[in-house]
């Protein structure tokens, strides 16, 4: 959808970007974020000609736009900066149907319909807002505005820069949540700058972490959290992510990896005598592929006759999580089902591992423990 290539900038000797190289996927909401004067904003303006590059180029939908009429690029891509960029002496329905009108839409009962819609959308009454002027609203829901205007382009992209930062935390808190809603329901690609972080995990699919001009890590919040690429990725995020953040420890971290197990073809006799070698009081069935079959437990074959045929009498049915389920969906299965342990398995339903009450609790603690060693 929005690729650089090579891009380099620089300002008279100063290189602001090195050789920056990135690909956008559509339907994507990705986040830059680094410390200021890292060349976010220089980036965005890039992608709808605000700002030339020095060398390099960028394709918008395989098109190099070094090829494309910037204004007409510009009205295909919505914007969205920190201080709205509403026009103060336009009324707020002027400012959201500009854009169609330039663009030449005519039937202006369509056009109201849109607008209407657009107003919905980002949760604000048309008929108390529509015929005021900006200054006539507050910061929140100027920006409010700003982002209706961006999905009222029609265009498949929006660029933000750092849109919400000017905003107090409660507004800027909703704005984010409703923006996240509206791309999963629009379907837009966008490039959103910020720097801070936490708005950044909130919001993104995929973040493309930066510092003096350089990408430092391009991953999904998920996996920048849980492997950030080197120390400077690791300070910017802070320690505490994890802890803070539970749903990104997965089955496959708080899980025993080599569960005790048992083919369905031994008799009850042997899985008590590898329960006993083994100190467990369980023992899960799986064929020679490791999928899982079933589960056996000592209460439930002490007293059946020593030569029945594991397969025969096991609990088939048994609960599994997946290897990628989070903690807080495992914790809700485990309570749920009442049951203090859970074997994992993947998208085969081959079994790799087993989280038991002790192998979460021993999870967590690494990771406390992890804490007070660095702060
Ligand atoms: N017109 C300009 N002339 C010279 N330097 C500039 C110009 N515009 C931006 N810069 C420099 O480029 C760097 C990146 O700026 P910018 O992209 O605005 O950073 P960010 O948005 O990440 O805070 C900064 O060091 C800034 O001072
Ligand atoms: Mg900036």
Redesign the pocket.
């Known amino acids: 959808m929005i690729r650089f290539k090579n891009i380099v900038?620089k300002?008279?000797t100063?290189t602001?970007?090195n050789d920056f190289s990135l690909h956008v996927e559509g339907g994507q909401l990705v986040v830059?974020v680094?410390?200021?004067?890292?060349?976010?904003?220089?980036?965005?303006?890039m992608i709808n000609k605000l700002?030339e590059p020095t060398s390099g180029k960028i394709y918008v939908n395989g098109k190099d736009i070094s090829t494309i009429n910037s204004i007409e690029l510009r009205r295909n891509i919505g914007y969205v900066i920190q201080n709205t960029g509403l026009f103060p002496h336009m009324s707020i329905k002027e400012n959201l149907e500009l854009i169609p009108k330039l663009k030449g839409e005519k039937d202006s009962a369509q056009i109201t319909q849109k607008t209407m819609e657009l107003m919905q959308m980002v949760g604000m009454n048309p008929e108390e807002f529509l015929h005021r002027y900006p200054n006539e609203l507050s910061g929140g829901q100027q920006q409010r505005i700003g982002v209706a205007r961006a999905f009222s382009t029609n265009s498949d992209i929006i660029l933000m820069?750092?849109p919400f930062s000017a905003l107090d935390p409660v507004t800027r808190g909703s704005l984010q949540e409703e923006l996240f809603q509206m791309q999963k329901e629009y379907n837009k690609t966008i490039i959103f700058?910020t720097?801070d972080m936490d708005e950044a995990i909130k919001i993104a699919d995929k973040i493309c972490l930066?510092k003096d001009?350089n990408i430092l890590q391009f991953d999904t919040p998920e996996n920048i959290l849980r492997n950030p690429a080197n120390d400077f990725v690791e300070n910017f995020i802070g320690k505490r992510r994890v802890w803070n953040n539970p749903e990104l420890l997965k089955s496959r971290d708080i899980m025993i990896h080599n569960p005790v197990k048992i083919i369905p073809q031994r008799n009850v006799l042997q899985a008590i005598e590898i329960m006993k070698d083994n100190k467990v009081d369980s023992l899960l069935v799986t064929d020679k592929n490791n999928a899982l079959l079933g589960l056996v437990t000592l209460k439930g074959i002490q007293l059946l006759k020593r030569n029945s045929i594991i397969g025969e009498i096991m609990e088939r049915n048994v609960l599994s999580v997946r290897d990628d389920a989070n903690l807080i969906s495992v914790l809700f299965t485990m309570n749920e089902h009442k049951t203090g342990y859970i074997p994992v398995v993947n998208e085969n339903n081959q079994l790799i591992g087993l989280i038991t009450r002790s192998s979460i609790l021993s999870a967590l603690s690494s990771q406390l423990i992890d804490l007070e060693v660095t702060f």
């Open positions: 900038k300002y008279r100063k602001i970007i830059f680094g410390p200021s004067g890292c060349g976010k904003t220089t980036l965005l303006k700002i820069d750092e700058v720097h930066l001009g």
